[in-house]
């Protein structure tokens, strides 16, 4: 994880880390940008995020949007009319239940319409700065498996196995590594293993360094010094 946290340096963030850089942590605006992330690249996840909150930046103001202003400015997001349906709705909760505020609770987040355990996990590390949480993206689930620090087939498993393999102080910051590493390095295709700089601690990587370079993917192989 030291590793990793040197090698990320010079990578941009994903988009939901850098909204809420960018907001100080607004857990609305943090809440809002990961319900759009799902299964959304980052770029789209982005521009979207910014077409809403120049619009809406309260739980109020979007509440009274109508689904199709909604879908129209969150366009092209993966599932973007139910995610507005979703939006809408989450936001009626939160000024009818929660007073207009973001609940701080795994047990509330998860009474909100389109939240699951890994947007409320990142809601909970990114604003509530808990420490006792892992958010579990595709890219958590895949590298935790490839360096085999976990052996499961959801990621609901694998959360739950990650409490139980890695140490309580990284487990604020393994989304962020992973998912950074997993963007730029780890891939799901063509992994970029001559390129990574835990290879030695992957059953992945070790086999790369075992194969010979003629028969190397091209996509795999270091970068020219």
């Not at 958010?135 to 360096?147: E, G, K, M, P, Y």
């Not at 001559?194 to 091209?218: D, N, Y």
């Amino acid at each position: 994880m030291r590793t990793l946290a040197r090698a990320i340096d010079d990578m941009d963030l994903p988009a939901v880390e850098k909204i809420a850089e960018e907001s100080q942590e607004d857990p609305f605006e943090v809440l809002i940008s990961t319900m759009l992330s799902a299964q959304t690249r980052d770029p789209v996840t982005a521009a979207a995020s910014a077409r809403l909150f120049k619009v809406a930046r309260t739980p109020r103001t979007l509440a009274k949007l109508t689904v199709k202003r909604i879908e129209r400015l969150i366009y092209p997001v993966s599932f973007y009319r139910h995610k507005a349906k979703h939006v809408k709705r989450t936001c009626q909760i939160l000024v009818e239940r929660f007073g207009g505020r973001v609940p701080a609770t795994m047990d509330e987040l998860l009474t909100l319409p389109g939240v699951g355990r890994k947007t409320a996990n990142l809601v909970l590390i990114l604003s509530f700065k808990s420490l006792k949480n892992i958010c579990l993206d595709t890219h958590v689930h895949r590298i935790s498996n490839r360096l085999g620090w976990v052996s499961t087939k959801s990621p609901d498993e694998t959360e739950q196995a990650l409490y139980k393999a890695t140490d309580e102080r990284w487990w604020p910051y393994i989304n962020l590594y992973l998912v950074t590493w997993g963007q730029n390095v780890c891939r799901p295709v063509y992994p970029r293993c001559g390129e990574c700089v835990i290879r030695l601690h992957c059953a992945t990587g070790r086999m790369f360094q075992e194969t010979p370079k003629s028969i190397r993917p091209r996509s795999a192989r270091p970068a020219a010094p």
